[in-house]
């Protein structure tokens, strides 16, 4: 089994036909301050399987940890299963899963952990950087011709 793909997006989804569609990738968010609140991203992954795991049943975690290790948010179990009458010899299973309202501490680095029956499988980095406050004009304080 490996992680094939894992990747932080504004949003994703899958089509009918199971091709995913990642909408805004990214691996950067400014904040002017923190602590800071991100709203929500889409945390993606997908599974590719050996034909031995089929009608097992796994299970996904995701934790996203501080540059220190320490676990700062994560996703409830996902138990996932493909049907030993699957047709494809190495099948392929697509997460996409909504993280909302995270709070980041602090500047630097982060990881989001992708972790398969007890094992880290793979991981998708995140910075988060300061940015400059926005520029203020008040009225009447331009350049005068």
Request: include cysteine.
């Amino acid at each position: 089994m490996q992680i094939t793909l894992a990747a932080l997006a504004d949003a994703a989804n899958q089509s009918d036909r199971g091709k995913l569609n990642l909408l805004g990738v990214f691996h950067n968010i400014g904040a002017p301050n923190v602590p800071c609140r991100h709203p929500a991203l889409a945390v993606v992954a997908v599974v590719r399987l050996d034909v031995d795991e089929k009608d097992v049943e796994h299970v996904l975690r995701i934790r996203l940890r501080d540059a220190d290790g320490k676990v700062v948010g994560e996703t409830p179990p996902v138990a996932f299963l493909v049907p030993r009458e699957d047709p494809r010899p190495t099948p392929e299973v697509n997460f996409i899963l909504e993280w909302r309202d995270q709070w980041f501490p602090s500047f630097g680095d982060y990881t989001f952990e992708f972790d398969i029956d007890g094992r880290v499988l793979r991981d998708a980095p995140l910075t988060i950087t300061q940015t400059p406050p926005p520029i203020t004009h008040l009225s009447g304080s331009g350049p005068t011709e």
